[in-house]
């Protein structure tokens, strides 16, 4: 099956122009098209992971041993660290498997779900004043009404609740500065209405879906149904996603690479959009 | 400074063809695209992490520990892990603080350098009988006459060895299957010259450098110089690259979004490959 994201990238696997050094060769010019790239702008949507990173209140957070750092005897300088983590914490993905256990594993996950065309959502003004907010059936709706198109076939949702400028400020972003079972229920950021992500499943057709808090769905979930009716899909989800705010609401493209854990429920993930200037 | 990769990439951001559904809207018509896709594929070039993953002999292995796997009590499934791992194992970017003091950390390394054009050279012949083979300048100037052009200006080189087919058989791969500082010197395995290190960074212009093996220094290295002429100057190094006997020797992408660290040597990487059926 071809799938449609592919197609984004035929321009960059054909382009053959490049700028060779001016030595011999010299019959091989470049493309004209180095003007072109003062109209695209790589933009990072993933916070760094350090002490400060962002975890769920039960999770084990990002911990970095340094191994080595200096002079060795042999005369050059080296450094090296080990690292460990939960999966689930600062930018990261669910993958399906999260909570469908017949979902796809991080590993499994087809790179040309991951890539592709995509689109944002801005309840900023609703999330603003009720951190419970839920992302509506209504919400989408409006983004197709006032781009007069529908919500593309195969594309990447990004969704801005105005919490990213938040982190990594727990109690604001997370709703508690607590941590353990019990401080679950003290969770209060936006997340995705479950009625949306099943309208989304069932009358439009997405890819995967990343949002600027903790969660897809809101801090005062009890049954997760937003993610369960998402991974039943084999939808991945971004979670944690920073700089939504520099995104347009159209025309740009997302590319998240995980990292590549076999049987893994997700995991620390590297997402980055392109767009024009 | 606008940099040559980004002008691979308007394309991308440019694109704006998207097949809606078919409701409303139907006004808007996808771009004439979708026969383009099936001209273009992604390959993965990473290997999953996993307990198979190949780790220099006194790393610390990758390690993921269940935490849960199953039912809940509120009725849906749930599974999440943690892991420990190593910064410089399986398939990673080494950043160029890990040989250079003042090296970029996996964090600052600019996006742009690790994405763009590509070429692949090709020395399994010669490596093929010395698991201790040092890629050579000449090997570099033998691709540039028989592409006639250059190494282009900022681009991505892979190299291949052809030790990438023996992963994960650490005898093969590595040349022991012991572990621990005296390991070391039981290490065979080709990786880059320090003489053609310093030729690429003297009269080429490369974003970023990969191979097919566990190090861009031989495995018998003492003094890892490739490592530290390359980190001096910015320039990462992917090591364990997969699948790179799939790749042509020019014409196209890669695009290797590692894992960000704040402060990190290097990391787990997920690199892709774009590239023309």
């Known amino acids: 099956m071809i799938r449609q994201s592919l197609l984004l990238l035929l321009c960059i696997a054909g382009f053959s122009g490049c700028k060779n050094n001016a030595e011999k060769f010299s019959d091989k010019k470049p493309g004209a098209t180095q003007e072109v790239s003062s109209q695209t702008r790589i933009i990072d949507l993933t916070h760094p992971f350090s002490d ?109 609740t105005g919490f990213g400028s938040y982190y990594p400020d727990k109690q604001k972003y997370l709703g508690t500065l607590n941590r353990g079972p019990d401080a679950v229920k003290e969770l209060h950021f936006p997340g995705l209405s479950p009625e949306a992500a099943t309208w989304l499943t069932d009358k439009r057709n997405i890819k995967a879906i990343g949002l600027d808090t903790p969660s897809i769905d809101y801090g005062q979930s009890q049954d997760f149904k937003s993610h369960v009716v998402l991974m039943s899909k084999n939808i991945p989800v971004f979670e944690n996603v920073a700089n939504v705010d520099k995104l347009p609401e159209s025309d740009f493209q997302i590319i998240a690479l995980p990292i590549k854990i076999k049987g893994g429920s997700g995991g620390p993930l590297r997402i980055i959009a392109l767009l024009r200037q």
């Not at 419970?132 to 709706?141: G, L, P």
């Open 52 to 160: 400060e990173t962002v975890y769920w209140v039960t999770a084990r957070e990002f911990e970095l041993e340094e191994v080595a750092k200096g002079q060795t005897d042999n005369g050059y300088f080296y450094a090296a660290n080990n690292f460990s983590t939960a999966e689930h914490g600062g930018t990261h993905i669910d993958a399906p498997i999260h909570f469908y256990e017949t979902g796809q594993t991080v590993d499994e996950i087809p790179l040309d779900n991951l890539i592709g065309q995509a689109i944002k959502v801005n309840v900023t003004g609703k999330a603003k004043n009720n951190p419970d907010y839920q992302v509506s059936i209504e919400d989408f709706k409006n983004w197709e009404q006032k781009h007069q198109m529908l919500i593309p076939d195969k594309c990447i949702i990004i969704l801005e």
